[in-house]
């Protein structure tokens, strides 16, 4: 994640190359083209999207805050609501993209695995009952396999805060754990990245954690759903989990198409880290990497258990 966007963002351009472009998608960010401001036979007018990374919708007042101040700083005076619970910046330019990162960084925010082939916001119900345990285990568990599933390169701190790690949350001991430890062949013990190895995902990935009775995070759309379970009293036993679903359907290739994700069964809590695990790491090892071939959540369902579809 480090070259060539680090060398790049040095230079005096208005843009990235190809390389870096690809590169600088992991850092949450997207290189585009404003063709409002288009003038033939001129450069076109380069800008660049920023989102965030907030699992389950968390979004400090700081940083909200933050995020009003830079859209009419360095932006151009919007702030995008996602679908995955996060905000986008647009119109950003090239030499203003390390500031208005760090801005955010430092306000208690994230860009850091927003865009790009690997996991993306874990999502969560945004329904604030807070006198309901299902739903802080929700929020809980999102954060927890978010935090499992972020990038351990230190090449985002490296380049957008000159290797300072400004605001760090401590780190749950038992996902840190699960990080490391191995037994069904998920974990690469000798690379900087544990879960994703050198090549990371083949395409996005995309999870929710919600409860029983609450889909407004439309779980079946998900690569990977957890439906929490509570016992009588309301404590934590384990989760319900769907998985291989998705919307990714490519326009006139009929051979690809949105699928519903499948029930593949429950999980004990103290086995929910090594499930998520073992599912990346399906998708990580046995995805399809070729852009031209048919939708990948077709290879998913199959390589999960689900229904065999026509392709």
Known sequence: MREPVASELLLDT????????????????????NRDNRIKGQEKDYQFMLRTRSPGGFIPPELYLTLDRLSDEYGNHTIRATTRQGFQLHGVLKKNLKATIAAIVTSMGSTLGACGDLNRNVMAPAAPYKNRPEYTYAWEYADRVADLL?????AYYEIWLDGEKAISAEEDPTVAAARQRNGTGTIFHDREEPIYGVHYMPRKFKICVTVPGDNSVDLFSQDLCLVVLTNSEGELEGFNVFAGGGLGRTHNKEETFPRLADPIGYVEKADVYDLVKAIVATQRDYGDRDRSSPCPHEISARRLGGRTVPG
């Open 14 to 33: 208005t843009h990235f190359t190809e390389d870096a472009i690809q590169i600088l998608k992991f850092h949450g960010s997207y290189q585009q083209d």
């Open 150 to 154: 972020t990038p351990q390169t230190g």
